[in-house]
């Protein structure tokens, strides 16, 4: 009699046994190799290095990355839930990978190439839909970025409570202040972040962008005071590296460096601007260096 060794070795090692382990093994691989594509389950860091680990927590894992202003020049910006993301290669780690992408969600060029976490995604075979960008209500934008108030500049920031995974992924050595935790959570907006949140991603992510959004409001060799009046709720003052939005008659609201998001007087940041700068209708002709514009892109 055969024994119970001699007949499970000839089963598993049966020549059409090892066939269908290899053909199962060659389809894992190229399922694998062929998951080109993505899409955010949760709030996506995209930065512009795949060194992740070094701008959260560097050589000794408990220093974030900053310049001389506290900002993180590697991020790029946050993309929402459910943004669809093109893989273009791949960067093994223990455990994950750090993948090279582009999405429509950023469609601005790049030498330097953007990155995200793959924990923070799940990877497609098929291509996936784009985000679906629904425009809300107007009163909607206007709570939401009252809600803003008092958060802190971050730059590339657009998810004002903040990452939590960050400090679960790239967890952090000791015990930081609270002010460096929420840096490193990016808890915090941009000037265009603000808006870019607070229209549930409907507008572009940067602020070149919106000198072409909407449709121009002429105020052209205006003074401050006039172009006060001719302002709607969510207008966009827009000039070089920075935008205002309008909440109403008396007040705007931004997001600085300096001061983080604030309410603002309307007529006072159009003066202060003024000083500066000229207001025109087209700065493409007239090129964007010294002037500002306002933008009208909300149905109201």
Same mark, same amino acid.
């Given at each position: 009699?055969?024994?119970?060794?001699?007949?499970?070795?000839?089963?598993?090692?049966?020549?059409?046994?090892?066939?269908?382990?290899?053909?199962?093994?060659?389809?894992?691989?190229?399922?694998?190799?062929?998951?080109?594509?993505?899409?955010?389950? =949760?709030?996506?860091?995209?930065?512009?290095?795949?060194?992740?680990?070094?701008?959260?927590?560097?050589?000794?894992?408990?220093?974030?990355?900053?310049?001389?202003?506290?900002?993180?020049?590697?991020?790029?910006?946050?993309?929402?839930?459910?943004?669809?993301?093109?893989?273009?290669?791949?960067?093994?780690?223990?455990?994950?990978?750090?993948?090279?992408?582009?999405?429509?969600?950023?469609?601005?060029?790049?030498?330097?190439?953007?990155?995200?976490?793959?924990?923070?995604?799940?990877?497609?075979?098929?291509?996936?839909?784009?985000?679906?960008?629904?425009?809300?209500?107007?009163?909607?934008?206007?709570?939401?970025?009252?809600?803003?108030?008092?958060?802190?500049?971050?730059?590339?920031?657009?998810?004002?409570?903040?990452?939590?995974?960050?400090?679960?992924?790239?967890?952090?050595?000791?015990?930081?202040?609270?002010?460096?935790?929420?840096?490193? =959570?990016?808890?915090?907006?941009?000037?265009?972040?603000?808006?870019?949140?607070?229209?549930?991603?409907?507008?572009?992510?940067?602020?070149?962008?919106?000198?072409?959004?909407?449709?121009?409001?002429?105020?052209?060799?205006?003074?401050?005071?006039?172009?006060?009046?001719?302002?709607?709720?969510?207008?966009?003052?827009?000039?070089?590296?920075?935008?205002?939005?309008?909440?109403?008659?008396?007040?705007?609201?931004?997001?600085?460096?300096?001061?983080?998001?604030?309410?603002?007087?309307?007529?006072?940041?159009?003066?202060?601007?003024?000083?500066? =700068?000229?207001?025109?209708?087209?700065?493409?002709?007239?090129?964007?260096?010294?002037?500002?514009?306002?933008?009208?892109?909300?149905?109201?």
């Amino acid at each position: 009699m055969a024994k119970r060794s001699d007949w499970v070795k000839s089963k598993l090692f049966h020549p059409m046994c090892l066939l269908v382990i290899c053909l199962s093994l060659i389809s894992c691989e190229r399922k694998d190799k062929y998951l080109r594509y993505a899409v955010a389950v =949760m709030p996506t860091p995209v930065l512009n290095t795949p060194d992740f680990s070094s701008v959260f927590g560097g050589k000794d894992g408990r220093t974030l990355k900053l310049n001389r202003k506290n900002m993180i020049e590697e991020v790029e910006f946050v993309a929402l839930s459910g943004t669809s993301f093109t893989i273009e290669a791949e960067i093994n780690k223990d455990g994950y990978e750090i993948l090279k992408v582009k999405t429509e969600d950023y469609p601005y060029p790049t030498q330097k190439g953007y990155y995200i976490d793959s924990r923070f995604v799940e990877k497609k075979l098929q291509k996936p839909p784009e985000r679906l960008r629904k425009l809300p209500d107007k009163n909607t934008i206007i709570n939401k970025l009252i809600s803003a108030k008092g958060a802190i500049y971050v730059w590339g920031g657009n998810h004002v409570k903040g990452i939590p995974e960050l400090l679960v992924f790239y967890k952090p050595v000791g015990k930081l202040s609270e002010e460096i935790l929420e840096r490193w =959570m990016l808890k915090g907006v941009d000037c265009s972040g603000l808006l870019y949140e607070a229209s549930d991603g409907y507008t572009p992510r940067n602020v070149e962008s919106l000198f072409d959004f909407g449709s121009a409001v002429d105020i052209k060799d205006m003074k401050p005071d006039e172009i006060a009046k001719k302002l709607k709720p969510l207008d966009l003052i827009v000039y070089k590296r920075h935008v205002v939005i309008v909440l109403d008659s008396r007040q705007a609201i931004q997001s600085t460096i300096a001061e983080g998001v604030q309410l603002i007087s309307l007529t006072g940041i159009l003066r202060t601007i003024s000083e500066t =700068m000229t207001p025109v209708t087209d700065p493409r002709k007239e090129g964007i260096a010294d002037k500002f514009v306002v933008r009208r892109w909300h149905p109201q």
